[in-house]
């Protein structure tokens, strides 16, 4: 049989037609998202064993959609920042097309992640420090090809359009709807915790919605199937609405996730100030794949809270007072 029958038979096959993509939720599909994009070329024993669940997760899906394959180990945590930002940000020091990617970390101007400060240019120079690679000279930040790309001010293409600087309002704005998200996806006391029915995930949505300051959001609940579990999720959808959905069975509980217990323990019951919730969170989540803990300054609160999400990556948001460590 030469190729072109193969290609021919693969095609009439069509293995992708058979799955019904409105099934796949749209946390799983962030996961597949994610895992793909955040996935070397090269097989790193030592990496593949401590991948997260959601990666675990976005390698079979992505199996089931395509028919096969090899799934390739996730990177260290050192090759992710060198690899560029996916949907946080990408750091260049020099101006090139944002598609030809970073894989493996070879361009030495290139590197990033996902959001950590909210600040894209202190992200770049966190990111900097962390790979070891030039920082940016005069950095400015744009967007290019629906992602956020910081880079030098001198020679910027026309094609990265400057983003203008938030406003006070907007940035509050901005650090009010990630902290809901983060909130929703919370395994520590958020709404991954536990298994939630659609009654009490409703609730739990209410006072997250109103502690946060929003208001006149729409709840939308659909029926679950058999097929997802006996739980339930939460995520802002289209025309900010308030959704309840099941949750799919391959999605890791709280009990699974080594780091939630100690989380719990040393970060949650304790009342500690950002700095010293911040150096907790880097020990307890160690070298692993990760991206690095995100901080954010709340001077109206007494302790830190704490939001632990995974989707490919895992990442730890702590919102709290500035104080010594």
């Known amino acids: 049989m030469n190729e072109r029958d193969i290609l021919a038979r693969l095609r009439d096959a069509d293995p992708a037609a058979r799955v019904d993509l409105t099934r796949v939720d749209q946390r799983a599909g962030d996961a597949l998202r994610e895992g793909i994009l955040m996935t070397n070329r090269d097989t790193d024993k030592t990496t593949t064993g401590r991948r997260s669940r959601h990666t675990a997760v976005a390698a079979g899906l992505t199996l089931a959609l395509v028919g096969g394959g090899t799934a390739a180990a996730i990177t260290t945590y050192r090759s992710m920042y060198e690899g560029g930002g996916n949907d946080g940000v990408t750091c260049m020091t020099t101006w090139h097309d944002p598609s030809a990617g970073n894989e493996g970390g070879e361009r030495a101007d290139t590197y990033g992640g996902a959001d950590i400060s909210g600040d894209p240019i202190a992200d770049c120079a966190a990111y900097a420090e962390k790979t070891g690679k030039a920082a940016i000279v005069d950095p400015v930040v744009t967007r290019w090809q629906d992602g956020i790309v910081v880079g030098p001010a001198a020679g910027r293409p026309a094609e990265a359009e400057l983003v203008p600087a938030l ?80 949750r799919m069975v391959s999605m890791p509980s709280a009990g699974q996730l080594p780091e939630v217990a100690a989380l719990r323990t040393q970060i949650a019951d304790k009342c500690l100030t950002l700095p010293q919730a911040k150096a907790a969170a880097e020990a307890i989540i160690g070298s692993d794949h990760h991206w690095p803990p995100s901080t954010t300054v709340d001077s109206s609160a007494k302790c830190t809270r704490v939001d632990f999400n995974v989707a490919g990556g895992r990442q730890i948001f702590l919102y709290g007072p500035e104080g010594a460590t």
């Open 167 to 246: 406003t006070a309002a907007q940035r509050d704005a901005k650090s009010r709807r990630a902290e809901l998200d983060h909130s929703l996806d919370d395994y520590v006391d958020g709404g991954m915790s536990k298994c939630f029915d659609k009654a009490e995930d409703k609730t739990f949505a209410a006072q997250e919605l109103a502690r946060l300051g929003f208001s006149g959001m729409r709840f939308v609940v659909e029926d679950q199937s058999p097929a997802e579990g006996d739980c339930t999720l939460l995520f802002v959808g289209a025309e900010d609405t308030m959704e309840v959905r099941g």
